[in-house]
Every structure is written in C-alpha cells, then in structure tokens.
C-alpha cells in the first residue's frame, strides 16, 4: 500500500460540474501540497495545507489531520482546469521528505 | 528572492552522458530535494541536502549524485544516461522548521 493514495485516478466531467479528488496518507505529516501539472508542463503549487481549509478562486482543499485525509475541490469546473492533479505529502520530521500520490488525471469537457 | 527556479526547462541528451540539472531556492532554504517523475506516474524521491550534506536517499543508483551550495542553489547530476532517465525532474526547497516546500517547475529530460 503507498504512504499517499489519491482517488479516482481518472476523472471526466462536463463544463460546470463540482469536482472533489481525494487523497489520503499514512504517513505523519507537517503539510499536505495539492499540485497541478498540465499536459507536458511542470509543477504548479496549488495549495499548502497543515489545517483546516483554504480557497482560491474556484479551488478549496480540506484537510483533516485525525482521519489523515484531504480534498481538493474545484466549483463550477472549466475545461482550462484539464491537467493532473497530485497531492505531496510533508513528512513530520526534520527530514520531512515529500511522498507524492499517483496522481488524478482531470478531464473537463465543454 | 523568491520562488525556486529550476535550468534548463528542457534537455536533450544522447545515452551515455552526463548532465547537470540545477536549482536555485529561496534564500534560507537549506533543505532541498530532488524528484523524478517519469511519463504517467507520480514524482520518486531521489535524495535531499540540508546544509550542503546529503541526508536521505530514494532507491536511485550512485549515477545520480548532488550538491548543495552555500548560496541556497544546489544541482543533481546524473552521469552514464540511460533511455529511462527520460522524465521531468523536480526540486523543492524549505528552511527545516517550515512546514511546507516551495516547487520548482521542473526541468524535462529526454535522452535519446
């Protein structure tokens, strides 16, 4: 079993639907990061997350440290938001190595 | 400074050669790791450097080596190049006691 899972792996939607991917650990953590990578592009960081939740634009992440599970949430979703999104999970030592998860690949159609 | 910025974008090279990938990280970042994501799967952990001394090490043969500079920028360099070492390859940086890493956008590898 991988230290980071993120589910589904693959996603479809229509133009404006609510979209949740999730990612759980198992690791302890000092942050979880919600990445995005677009099609041959690099790494976005999307969010940084030790507690609760933050917004930004269309975008919401959770988290939730006592069941060791987040979510990335998109509202009213577009088809600029195609990419795929990977969840990094923050190791809680001072070594705190980053264990990313497989990645969601999102495909938003118009 | 901020950000992480990561050179070249992208590289091409024949196998058999060596290449040096490099990053520059926000000042105070003394810890940096350095990730490889090949095509269709999540970044692998290749090892981290704080204060210019590796200190963890993913399952990569001793063809993959790093520094880490006093001036926060460090490099990975790869030598013998195999087909597989094709992928994007990741830096991220922090100052230990920071909860997260700041990302660099990746330098894209194609041997051939």
């Known amino acids: 079993k991988n230290e980071v899972e993120q589910s589904p792996q693959n996603l479809t939607a229509q133009e404006g639907e609510f979209i949740t991917i999730n990612c759980s650990y198992s690791v302890g953590i000092s942050a979880l990061h919600w990445l995005q990578q677009h099609p041959g592009g690099g790494i976005v960081s999307l969010f940084m997350l030790s507690s609760g939740k933050k917004k930004h634009g269309r975008l919401i992440a959770t988290i939730n440290i006592q069941e060791k599970h987040s979510s990335l949430h998109i509202t009213a979703s577009h088809p600029r938001d195609s990419a795929v999104y990977i969840c990094a999970a923050a190791g809680g030592t001072s070594y705190g190595k980053l264990t990313f998860g497989q990645g969601t690949i999102l495909t938003v159609h118009p | 400074e901020t950000g992480v910025t990561q050179s070249p974008t992208h590289l091409i090279k024949t196998r058999g050669q060596q290449v040096t990938l490099r990053c520059s990280s926000q000042?105070?970042?003394?810890?940096v790791s350095w990730y490889q994501q090949a095509l269709g799967q999540g970044p692998q952990f290749i090892f981290q450097?704080?204060?210019?001394?590796?200190?963890g090490r993913g399952n990569f043969p001793p063809r993959f080596s790093g520094l880490q500079f006093p001036n926060y920028s460090s490099e990975l360099n790869v030598n013998a190049l195999e087909l597989d070492d094709s992928a994007l390859y990741l830096c991220?940086?922090?100052?230990?006691?920071?909860?997260?890493?700041?990302f660099g956008s990746g330098t894209r590898l194609t041997v051939v």
């Open positions: 000042s105070g970042h003394n810890t």
């Open positions: 450097y704080y204060r210019e001394e590796e200190n």
């Open positions: 991220a940086s922090r100052r230990v006691g920071d909860y997260g890493y700041t």
